[in-house]
């Protein structure tokens, strides 16, 4: 078994996206394990408000099916393909980590590297698995947020999933 991190964001009709979301992974995977939800500043781009959140749960998929499943997942809860990177969206699920899988897989870059430059992944990683060490750093996510130093704002909203 694995044990996967996925980031959800969303800034379209961001509860509904959010909790359909978490509807499909539970089909497929429950049970989830997730953090608290926060709402943040779109990052690269001027746009409304993100929810943020991180999921984790274990599976035996391996890594390539699970980057097309999650795909499919987005395009299904309305994702444009070929949209810029940094623009609204409806829902973006990004793997944060698989195991502790170091490197190019699959299409992506793992430990993602995101995990330690935004808040909105790494606050809510640690606050979901603050004992978890980094596949890199080899810190804990709860050290990694105690010495993050970024302008980055986020605030806890309120959430309930399921609903």
Not at 53 to 76: C, G, K, W
Not at 113 to 130: M, Q
Request: charged content about 25%.
């Amino acid at each position: 078994m694995a044990e996967v991190f996925l980031g959800l964001g969303s800034n379209i009709q961001r509860y509904q996206h959010m909790v359909k979301a978490l509807d499909a992974l539970a089909e497929l995977f429950a049970p989830l394990r997730l953090s608290p939800v926060y709402e943040s500043e779109s990052v690269g781009f001027r746009g409304s408000l993100f929810l943020n959140m991180v999921v984790s749960f274990d599976t035996d998929m391996a890594l390539a099916p699970l980057v097309e499943l999650l795909r499919d997942i987005e395009i299904r809860l309305g994702r444009v393909v070929g949209a810029p990177k940094f623009s609204p969206r409806t829902l973006d699920i990004d793997i944060l980590s698989y195991d502790n899988l170091r490197g190019n897989f699959a299409g992506i870059e793992l430990p993602r590297d995101e995990v330690t430059y935004n808040a909105f992944v790494l606050r809510p990683l640690s606050e979901l698995a603050p004992d978890h060490c980094h596949p890199v750093s080899g810190k804990t996510y709860r050290e990694l947020w105690a010495g993050y130093a970024s302008e980055q704002k986020l605030w806890p909203v309120e959430f309930r999933w399921p609903s």
